[in-house]
């Protein structure tokens, strides 16, 4: 096993779970953030006092940031339409690259970032539903057969809106108007169906095993004055003729890490043998199976490190060369990034779109 102390950097602050991010390198016995890095200085003036970064570690210029600081880990967080670009410009320097979700703007670009890695480099991709208990739980009931085969999923997941809350979930008291930040301009990637419909549909092809629809059919919705949506309907249909659907808000009445919106944010799970109700944050899920059909709640399990958060893991897959799996790995990444893009073409279409159309 490999005892290093990891050096990483942090480029771009687009996304605010750069904060989060670094917080967990902060606290890793064996990680250092070696350098920060955004062409707007202000927005890392945070990150910079919080984790105590030394003034020679802050640039400006992301090619003097990997020159200088030689990061064996990037963490980028730039806005979605960037992610290729920013991993093709950071891969030749040779870290290992955790990406913020969502995977990419497309499949096109999601491939291109796949093959920007080379031999030995490894990518990830950050889902941090990934890491809250209650999914965690219900996975785990999953794998042990609890419920059978998973056959329907149905996801609902979003927030009041991402201006509403910054790193930490600190919430901020006065919003920007929406239209001066990239989250509300189609040309940048944002959106709400491209912010939150890669969770549901990455998490819910690691609940069922990893089977893919064959078609989707998609409608968007929200203030019609913004470029982008701010409410999508998702609805994926297989091979063997079961639906799942999959819905993303902008909007909802609370955040659902501070108070459970109705609709609940989160998972229910129809199996062959029973269902699973597993809600964000929530302290216990609800199961049903055919031994007991009125249902009982089940603690959801803490994890322990090294499974605590993405960083913890992809220290703890690089200590071991072990392969990523699960929703971080670009395989699974891979097949949510076709589904959305064929949920952005059948919006934009207003048809349903087999799987392959969306390629």
């Avoid at 189609?186 to 095993?209: I, K």
Wanted: proline share 8%.
């Amino acid at each position: 096993m490999n005892e290093r102390t990891y050096r990483v950097a942090g480029l771009s602050f687009d996304h605010m779970h750069m904060g989060d991010l670094l917080r967990m390198v902060f606290e890793h016995p064996r990680a250092r953030i070696v350098g920060v890095c955004d062409a707007q200085p202000e927005r890392m003036w945070d990150a910079v006092e919080r984790f105590s970064i030394p003034s020679e570690a802050v640039f400006t210029d992301p090619r003097r940031c990997l020159e200088t600081v030689k990061p064996d880990l990037v963490i980028l967080c730039p806005s979605t339409l960037q992610h290729a670009e920013w991993v093709e410009r950071v891969a030749p320097f040779g870290p290992h690259v955790l990406v913020e979700k969502p995977f990419a703007a497309s499949l096109a670009d999601a491939d291109r970032m796949i093959a920007a890695m080379k031999p030995g480099q490894r990518l990830a991709i950050n889902w941090p539903l990934r890491w809250v208990p209650s999914h965690i739980t219900a996975k785990q009931l999953i794998d042990d057969g609890v419920i059978g085969d998973v056959i329907e999923v149905h996801y609902y997941d979003g927030n009041r809106g991402p201006l509403f809350h910054a790193a930490d979930k600190v919430e901020v008291r006065n919003p920007a108007e929406k239209t001066q930040t990239w989250w509300y301009q189609h040309a940048r990637g944002g959106g709400s169906l491209l912010d939150y419909l890669g969770y549901g549909v990455t998490l819910g092809a690691w609940f069922d095993g990893g089977r893919a629809p064959v078609e989707v059919t998609c409608l968007t919705g929200g203030d019609p004055a913004l470029e982008v949506d701010e409410h999508s309907v998702t609805v994926c249909r297989y091979a063997d003729g079961r639906l799942s659907k999959f819905e993303t808000r902008w909007g909802t009445f609370t955040d659902p890490w501070v108070h459970q919106p109705t609709p609940r944010c989160g998972f229910n799970l129809v199996g062959t043998r029973g269902t699973i109700a597993t809600q964000d944050y929530a302290p216990t899920i609800w199961v049903q199976t055919a031994e007991r059909p009125g249902g009982y709640e089940v603690p959801s399990v803490q994890p322990k490190p090294p499974f605590q958060n993405p960083v913890q893991y992809l220290i703890h897959c690089l200590d071991h060369g072990l392969e990523i799996e699960g929703p971080l790995s670009p395989r699974l990444a891979r097949l949510g990034q076709q589904i959305v893009d064929a949920a952005c073409r059948s919006a934009r279409e207003k048809r349903a779109v087999k799987l392959a159309e969306g390629m």
